[in-house]
């Protein structure tokens, strides 16, 4: 959910892009991280980890802890807390050390 | 820029203002941040602070944090973003990434403003997405606008837990509770005075016992703790809650100045592990400064003070600028460290002083 109107900060950016998560589109602000267009979307599980298979969120939020680590237009284990959103980007939820191409 | 007289890593309070007072004395500063953006946590504080006027208390933080950069930007600071430092080496030279590549940054001194990581608790699906660090919850709220969730559990009630419930509040959550495993609340009173109108319970001597949940927080199990912090059998409690903020402390992030050769020392009322220093804010490393959260981690307006100090000092050990002005910034620390909740960091902080002087004995 979006904070729109604040009490001290005012009105927000209104969504201008589109970013795919699982091939579904979702509504994001232009240079946002990808990972609060997906709470603004809802989504809470960002990925699943590589022994237990379970559920992860975020959690540090500024890019310090891995926890919120998903494949990002094919490069797997990106930091979606602190990698900015553009129009038309591919989000996918990560299972384990991810199945995407490498960095090159 | 693979040269600067000044280095500053972190352009935080603390590492925006020893940048501006180092320029001031006539040093050529760089500083660099591994964040896209400036001001490191300055600009999610949308409360207005407190102290003296000279602390710019009534001021909210992100007003501050605007200054501090206009400020930098009139003296010609060069603040250099998206670049986090990968390391120290003996001849000063700094050691970060970038998008094309790692590159280096000789300096003559280098002052370290790189803060501090919040403290995280273990217990039954922390684990869970919808457990998060009290930060998160700021920077999404306050930062990025969104809501991390709709009910929050807060375990934690020092200014930071108080503040970023409030702040909560103000997005538009409905924060169910705050728990706190000491038999008092942590921070001002003020702070939890504003939650408790707003009909926000504070829980003292309990804690979060676990989180419940099938794929994300559903519900929190709250339980009262003795006066050995152990649970009391049969005190468990449910509340529906989807959010839980961990506000449990912060620690000094000291990795650089470990690789730099400063010499640390523990001190739990300061966060933990924190590099040894001078009254002046210079590390056992002569040409390593440490300011603001990673030498003690106090709040923004004493970073803002131990900044200046650092770059006033490490401009002076240059031979630039003049001696007036360290005076006045040791005095408005000292100020910021007196009364019921600062002493205790002024008597940690004498500590580290006498222990720095053995050390260099």
Redesign the interface.
Known sequence: MRVHEHPILGQSEPESISIYFDGKPIPAVEGEPIAAALIAAGVRVLRHTEKSGRGRGIFCGIGRCNDCKMIVDGVPNTRTCVTPAHDGMRVETQYGLGRGSCHE | MNKAQIAVIGAGPAGLSAALEAARAGAQVTVID???KPGGQLFKQ?HKFFGSRQHQAGT?GFAIGQGLLRDCEELGVSVQLGYPALGIFPDGRVVFNTAQGVRSLFAQRIILATGA??N?LYFEGS???????A???Q????E?????G?RVLMVGTGNVGLIISYQLL???AEVVALVEAAPQIGGYAVHASKLRRAGVPIYTSRTIHRAIGE??VEGVELVALNEHFQPVPGTGEILCADTVCMAVGLSPMVELAALAGCQMTHIPALGGTIPLHDKNLCTTNPMVYVAGDIAGVEEASTAIEEGRLAGIAAARSLGLGDDGRQQAVQERLLALRSGEFGAKRQQAKEDILRTFKEAMA
């Open positions: 591994e964040n896209r949308i909210r990581n919040e995280n684990d869970l997405p919808g457990v998060m660090t930060g998160a919850a920077t999404m709220i306050n990025h606008r969104v809501l991390p709709q103000q997005a538009g794929k994300t």
